[in-house]
């Protein structure tokens, strides 16, 4: 998958500006799994920022045409890739769908947001990925209505090992504005962190579970 490091370099000191990317490693975050964690990312704050919002928006088009061509359509996952598929699809004259975790419980029971034809192709928005499961149970759900999958986009990754295996698993390639290796370079770099600190951060890459132990 084709992947600009300058890209990735701009967008890991622009989620480091704006916060959106908190690095704790004295300090861990607890993740809803339960893991203790140095790295928190919210990349829902890009959009409260119009220059950083405008320039992911061009560069994930750009991405997302280089690597997979244009879909039929642009599905984002709920709810962190909501508004960024929708600007997505926007950029792109394509239509926009989005994918529930699980069916409603009311109304429609839909689990699938917006008028999807099975048969189409599909490109996925995603904000972050984590293991990767949430995401590809989105892809999951296009795939038993009948759309065929052509890649996943997303802005950030942890990198985590789990989370290859799982895309690998389903067959379903990823791409990602941004990674964690290049924006632990970038945060050295730029006096975010230190040296002692980036040591603790790609420890934790290597066996989140057991990283506090």
Request: proline residues 4%; aromatic residues 8%; glycine residues 8%.
């Amino acid at each position: 998958m084709v992947i600009s490091n300058d890209v990735s370099l701009n967008v890991s000191e622009f989620l480091l500006q704006i916060k959106a990317i908190k690095l704790q490693p004295n300090e861990p975050f607890t993740w809803a799994s339960g893991i203790k964690s140095p790295i928190y990312c919210d990349n829902r704050k890009i959009l409260s920022y119009p220059k950083i919002r405008t320039f992911i928006r061009q560069e994930m088009v750009k991405m997302l045409e280089g690597n997979f061509g244009k879909p039929d359509v642009i599905a984002g996952v709920a709810t962190g890739g909501i508004a960024l598929g929708a600007l997505v699809a926007q950029e792109l004259g394509l239509p926009f769908v989005y994918v529930r975790s699980k069916q409603k419980e009311h109304g429609l029971s839909n689990q699938i947001e917006g008028h999807l034809e099975p048969g189409q192709s599909v490109i996925v928005i995603e904000d972050l990925i984590s293991t990767g499961k949430s995401s590809l149970n989105a892809v999951d759900a296009l795939r038993e209505f009948g759309c065929s999958i052509k890649g996943m986009v997303a802005i950030f990754s942890y990198g985590l090992d789990e989370s290859k295996e799982n895309f690998k698993k389903a067959k379903c390639p990823l791409v990602t504005l941004a990674h964690y290796d290049t924006m632990l370079t970038k945060a050295v770099k730029t006096n975010y962190i230190n040296q002692s600190e980036a040591k603790l951060l790609r420890d934790w890459k290597k066996d989140p579970k057991n990283w506090m132990k």
